[in-house]
């Protein structure tokens, strides 16, 4: 069996979608959960392929680290305050139902 994508949520989204996450099943951690804040996107995006987890964030920076060949275990972006925490949630869910950890692997999704 595919092991299943785990989430690494940068700080410029709220912790409460990590949270709703967890009690779906799905492994998912904040900034704030690692005690992370005010660190760079590089320092976001080594961490994250260090724990070998999915990106999401609102943030354009780290889609031009992706683009310029950074690896990385995927990469899943929204544009903010575009989407509510139930959106952030329930599209999280979905990417988390149909791809898995290896198909994640330097591709970025686009809520």
């Known amino acids: 069996m595919a092991a299943a994508i785990r989430l690494y949520l940068d700080e410029n989204l709220t912790p409460a979608i990590a949270e709703q996450l967890r009690l779906r099943g799905i492994d998912a951690v904040s900034v704030r959960d690692l005690d992370a804040l005010g660190e760079s996107d ?26 310029e060949g950074v690896e990385h275990w995927g990469i899943i972006y929204g544009k903010p305050n575009k989407h ?28």
């Not at 290896?102 to 970025?108: A, I, L, Q, T």
Request: overall charge negative; proline content about 0%; glycine content about 2%.
């Open 42 to 67: 590089a320092s976001h995006l080594r961490r994250a392929v260090e724990m070998e987890r999915a990106l999401v964030t609102a943030d354009t920076d780290l889609l031009v680290m992706a683009s």
């Open 84 to 111: 509510s925490i139930g959106d952030w949630v329930t599209k999280l869910e979905l990417i988390c139902s149909v791809y898995d950890a290896d198909e994640m692997k330097n591709h970025v999704e686009y809520l």
